[in-house]
């Protein structure tokens, strides 16, 4: 199981008001980055042995409970 706590911070708005999150705001990237990230959208890398014996024994225990 996996338990993710993120610190906010609470603003109050007026109608007229706009908050933006940082995930709204776009990230821009060269070509080559671009080209890059598109491959490997394409065609991923094998995932390591080391991340394949985590996932299975993360199958596992979740079977087991």
């Known amino acids: 199981m996996e338990l ?11 109608p007229s008001d706009e908050y933006r999150f940082s995930e709204e705001e776009p990230i821009v990237i060269g070509d080559e980055d671009r080209d890059l990230f598109l491959a490997l959208l394409d065609n991923p890398l094998e995932p390591p042995d080391s991340l394949k014996r985590a996932m299975a024994a993360s199958r596992t225990l979740l079977e087991n409970q």
């Open 4 to 14: 993710v706590i993120r610190k906010v911070r609470v603003v109050p708005l007026q």
